[in-house]
């Protein structure tokens, strides 16, 4: 089926979207895994900025989330 | 819910499986989009989770145990003893004629038991060659990332006693 270009575009955009998410999550893999281990080594101090960063990491992937429904929902409308 | 909601007013099945070859590459970026978003979820409730246990940490009374007399081992030699509670294996090592060291015999990587190399002079991990200092239980080598937690010992006239451990998690 051929697909018009307004619908590539938004595949595009959602596939630069989805290479983002992948890699906030990454590094959000990366961040849990550290603090963990410097948790059980007794560090604590670590745990808030680990929970803080996390959570503005989450924020962006949800962000991106939203931004590909939206494009979703506006390519497949007409 | 608004979040989650359809990108259409079609019904809820014609939404998600699609007849058209490129409506289909729309569904499948959005469902992995929405899996991915949900892992990140998990990643940061992960993070609150070591912040919860963090902030509501209480450090463990320690007991005061004797462990041996101080001339018992010689130089070099070695004496497994249970510290804090029984089960939980440690290593006391007299590394020289007036210094003794002790540290939990649970590696850190996947808790095998260390034992003390003489003659490398550190303690060894034989499941995956984790090796860790004998000065301060630092890793020398190999997959373990964190150090070995230590016994705190004292000596009182001719008694070694473990007063605490450090380095140790929650
Ligand atoms: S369990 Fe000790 S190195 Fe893996």
């Known amino acids: 089926m051929k697909i018009d270009p307004p619908q590539s575009r938004g595949l595009t955009a959602i596939d630069g979207a989805m290479a983002l998410i992948v890699i906030l999550l990454m590094v ?43 494009i979703d929902a506006e390519a497949r409308k007409g | 819910m608004k979040l989650f909601r359809r990108p259409s007013s079609a019904p809820l099945w014609q939404d998600e499986f699609s007849v058209f070859t490129a409506g289909e590459r729309y569904v499948n970026r959005r469902q992995f989009t929405k899996f991915l978003t949900l892992t990140s979820l998990a990643m940061f409730v992960g993070n609150l989770w070591i912040l919860a246990r963090s902030w509501f940490y209480r450090a463990p009374a320690y007991p005061r145990r004797v462990v041996a007399r101080a001339d018992e081992l010689a130089v070099g030699g070695t004496r497994i003893f249970d510290y804090p509670a029984a089960g939980m294996s440690c290593i006391l090592v007299r590394t020289a004629t007036d210094s ?33 200092s004998i000065a301060d239980g630092a890793v020398l080598q190999g997959p373990p990332r964190r150090p070995l937690p230590r016994v705190r010992l004292e000596r009182l006239g001719g008694e070694l006693i473990a007063v605490r451990m450090e380095g140790e998690g929650a």
């Open chain 1, 28 to 70: 959000q893999i990366w961040l849990l895994s550290a603090t963990l281990e410097s948790f059980l080594a007794g560090h604590r101090e670590a745990a808030l900025p680990g929970a803080v960063v996390s959570g503005v990491l989450f924020l962006g992937c949800l962000a991106l989330y939203l931004f590909v429904v939206r």
């Open chain 2, 100 to 132: 003794w060291v002790a540290y939990s015999q649970k590696c850190t990587h996947l808790s095998c038991a260390v034992y003390y190399a003489k003659e490398q002079d550190r303690l060894e991990c034989p499941c995956h060659q984790g090796f860790f």
